[in-house]
């Protein structure tokens, strides 16, 4: 068998007081795109920062590629882009994928790598005038100098606008396409159901479900039904919370026959009317609420 891209084994991690990982278990195969979803505090960082060696764990551990993370990383077999990635302030964009390019065996090409990140406006720049989802693309281009065969990354398009988003995720999809095999913490969740093959739910530091998106998301049998109507009847059968954003309502029920009929009954009119599934969104609220201690 091949040896998985990330094999995480009884993975404990605390800062200080604070148990951040739990125990977690989680093996990434090659070429996969995983995306690691949970809450504020979920544990999704501490995992990334003990899969590139930055932080020591309490118990268990993290093998990437078959080896310790820090010699994985020194091998230039991950790439990384973290939360608060820091680059040299005093210098300029092209400077500094010149000299991080410099560092690596085999280095992505340049013309390609800047073409590829949509940086080419920004070489002149000094890192210091960037904004932040343009800081964001530089720090991809950093992660991909080496071309690395497993790429780790941290929340990478919050500080990108809609256009730099897409960009983002066509490369990833190219990249995934390669081979390359790509995990990526997020809380925009349509970006993980739409990239991601797999995705992992964490709460309180451990796993909570793991699998497709279409699969998490059926773990949630809720349907919602949309219309909209200045009133609705009381007590509607299998209702189970209703939300409005002005005349359009929104009600998240249990059996959504019997909440159509009963609407029929009462001769509401199924003005504008919309049946979903859980969204992932849905799903991830549902199996992390009162999962995390
Ligand atoms: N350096 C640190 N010192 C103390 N506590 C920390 C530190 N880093 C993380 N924690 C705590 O560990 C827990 C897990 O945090 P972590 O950053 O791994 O979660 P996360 O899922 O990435 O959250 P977010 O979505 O907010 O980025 C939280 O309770 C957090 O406050």
Redesign the pocket.
Known sequence: MTTPALDVSGLTVR??D?L?VDGLDLRIGRGETVALL??????????VSAALGLVRPAAGGVRVLGRAPADAVRAGCVGAML?HGGLPTEARVGEVLHLVRRSYPDPWPPDDLVATTGIDGLLGRPVEALSGGQRQRVLLALALAGQPPLLLLD?PTSAMDVEGRRAFWVTMRALAARGTTVVF?T?HLEEADAVADRVVV?AG?RLVADGSSAAVRSAVSGRSVRLTAERLPDDLPGVTAVTRQGAVATLATADVEATLRALLDHRVPLTDLEVRGASLEDAVLTLTTGAAR
């Open positions: 800062h200080g604070v951040a949970g809450p504020n505090g979920a544990g999704k960082s501490s995992t939360q929340e913490a809380h964490l530091g």
